[in-house]
């Protein structure tokens, strides 16, 4: 494993990426600034050393690299409540949220394998998400794609935070084809196929058949 591709190192350089323009958009097609004003906001030192997952689970080290830069992004995707602790939803939940009722009994049937997920900026039809559970072997947490357009997908996109920040950041390089290409990719497929084991079975993604 090369260790600048991963984990807390990739999203520094993400983040040394983002500090150069904050307030840059992370997308052409829609207004989503990185940093909410231009003006980066961390989470306090010590909120941040007690910081877990109302399910007990840590925050991942690209998480936690992310916090103590700013916490804008994720406040405005609906992360906190107001005193400042995490607001999880099931999958099921966030994608009637944000899809509507019918869309999010389509997931019901899978929600208790993603019973802590977060909304992340990405996509105009689809949603970005990540899920809190079991982690890949560098403690990080599985960013999926959730796409209703022919029929009610959810599979893994991203192995973690680090490297779905480092894309939308620009230092990862990669046009995706599917939302599945990183389960091809020589540096990233091992722990891709480790959330897909603890997720999915084994297999890659689930789809909704009517």
């Keep these: 494993m090369i260790e600048k591709a991963h984990g807390v190192a990739l999203t520094r350089r993400a983040i040394e990426s983002v500090r150069t323009d904050p307030g840059r958009s992370m997308y ?3 207004k989503v600034p990185w940093v909410e004003g231009g003006i980066p906001s961390p989470m306090p030192e010590e909120a941040l050393e007690g910081a877990r997952f109302p399910s007990g689970r840590p925050l991942s080290p690209s998480l936690r690299e992310w916090l103590a830069y700013d916490t804008s992004l994720f406040r ?3 992360w906190f409540a107001p005193d400042g602790t995490f ?3 099931p999958l099921d939940r966030l994608a009637a949220d944000e899809l509507g009722e019918f ?3 389509c997931y019901t049937s899978v929600a208790a394998q993603f019973p802590e997920c977060f909304l992340l900026p990405g996509g105009s039809d689809s949603r970005r998400v990540l899920a809190v559970g079991e982690p890949d072997t560098i403690g990080e947490y ?3 794609a959730l796409d209703v357009d022919d029929m009610p997908f959810v599979g893994v996109m991203y192995p973690g935070f680090d490297v779905y920040a480092a894309t939308e950041a620009g230092v990862i390089d990669h046009d995706f084809e599917s939302y599945l290409d990183l389960f091809e990719d020589r540096t ?3 722990r891709m196929r480790e959330h897909a084991n603890h997720y999915f079975a084994g297999a890659e993604c689930y789809e909704h058949f009517f």
Aim: proline residues 17%; glycine residues 12%.
């Design 87 to 89: 607001t999880p939803r």
């Design 76 to 78: 405005r995707h609906g």
């Design 103 to 105: 869309w999010g009994e």
């Design 188 to 190: 990233y497929a091992p």
């Design 28 to 30: 052409d097609f829609i």
């Design 142 to 144: 599985p960013v999926l």
